[in-house]
């Protein structure tokens, strides 16, 4: 008789009156991959330039595969003394002017292009002469303090429409 009347404590724990009970944990959330896991680079390519070239300008199509919206905040090279993140403008005069720039957005709804006459990375002082053939080592980074590095092919680099003199800074 003794443990029937003892069953309703045990079944509740210590037997305090309407503890609630305890939400079972939710699963940790699921971190995204780093962004640099996560984009493709297409069409990677950097402008010849004639020998002694104070610059020259990399350009290719960067797709977010997955996850949220991303940033490549910033570049580097073994290749430039100095790497910057480009746009181009047109100045008050109509006359097409390159612009630094903080970021290049990344969606998964769209690829961002970086072509001549628009976004583009600029190698400025470059540290050695690169010909059609060979290769430029070029680092991303981006927003999340994740990085890619690539190998970009030096390509002759035809001028279109839009494409702005290397000189109009």
Avoid: N, W, Y
């Amino acid at each position: 008789m003794l443990a029937l009347a003892l069953l309703p404590l045990l079944a509740c724990g210590t037997g305090a009156p309407d503890a609630p009970l305890a939400a079972p944990e939710a699963p940790p959330a699921r971190a995204a991959a780093p962004v640099a896991d996560r984009v493709s680079v297409t069409d990677a390519r950097t402008r010849a330039m004639p020998p002694g070239s104070p610059a020259t300008g990399a350009f290719m199509t960067l797709t977010l595969q997955s996850g949220p919206p991303a940033a490549v905040v910033g570049a580097s090279s073994p290749d430039a003394a100095t790497v910057e993140l480009h746009t181009h403008v047109s100045g008050a005069d109509g006359t097409m002017q390159m612009r630094k720039v903080d970021r290049f957005d990344l969606d998964p709804a769209a690829p961002t292009v970086l072509a001549p006459g628009g976004l583009h990375i600029m190698l400025i002082s470059p540290t050695r002469d690169v010909a059609v053939g060979d290769t430029v080592s070029l680092t991303l980074q981006f927003d999340d303090g994740s990085a890619s590095t690539l190998q970009v092919p030096v390509r002759e680099i035809q001028p279109g429409a839009g494409a702005p003199s290397p000189h109009a800074h």
